[in-house]
């Protein structure tokens, strides 16, 4: 069993920074948060992320914050309010939410692209979780519970990939006249762990970690006897759906890993596990 960390909280009188604070030592422990942050210049930047939820704070061992940040419901609307739009991603904790995306028969203006573009770009920030109105999200993380921000050879990189069909490439975003198509309308986030060490204390480290990106339509339709296509204030609804799956790779052996590098070794698991789409479950 893994040792219970005592209540973590800032304090104006100990000046911790979201950088203090550990998620195991030195592997992860399970329901703690994921150590998330933005590389610049050399050293891993943390931003805390409120953990509203009593029930999660007790099964986080006390914490009251986290580094990376999903929406958790509610509509697509920024910016976020971190009461109840967020959830932070939590080790060995598989989630799925959906958030609600409001539209109407303008939601291509007519067929402008440059409109389209700019509704990804909104959706995008609410995948994101920002609580503000520009995107924002972490682009490392932590390998360890314990990984030094001043030390970016412990975090790896987040790989953002996209959702292909069929095999093809990424196709250009389109506009119809009253739709938005091949743009983002959800993402999977899948984060791939290994169980190292001694067998009778074996310790979490993160292997690899990837984003995926799901594209799709947002399209406008008018159907029943009674509806009109020009009604501005006829609102549709479209789920934008966060997925996040982990994967323990402990079983497979050390000889087909040795000498491999992390992102490397990323790249030889996803293969092993089948896309799926996003989508309820």
Known sequence: MYPKFPDLNFSTTTKLTAADFRSGAPGYLPNYPVRAGVLLDGTIHLNPVPIISARDRVDAGGMTFGWWAVPAGGP??????PINQIL????????HSVCLLKYNVSVSNGGNV????????????VLNAST???STAPTHVAQWGNSEAQNPTEWLPIQLSEKKVNGSTTLPIKAGNRSCENIVIGQS?????????????EQNQIIAVRKQWHRGSVKFVCGG???????????QTKPIITTIQFVDVTSIS?????HVSPIAYGSLIYP???DYDATTR
């Open 76 to 81: 697509c609307e920024l910016p976020l309010n």
């Open 88 to 95: 932070t991603v939590r080790f060995d904790v598989d989630m």
């Open 114 to 125: 440059t409109t389209c573009q700019a509704l990804e770009n909104r959706i995008i920030a």
């Open 132 to 134: 503000t109105n520009e």
């Open 189 to 201: 986030i899948r984060i791939a762990y290994a169980r190292t060490g001694d067998l009778a204390n």
């Open 225 to 235: 006897r009674y509806c009109n296509p020009n009604n501005a204030k006829l609102e």
């Open 254 to 258: 050390a000889s087909e890993t040795e």
């Open 272 to 274: 092993l596990y089948a």
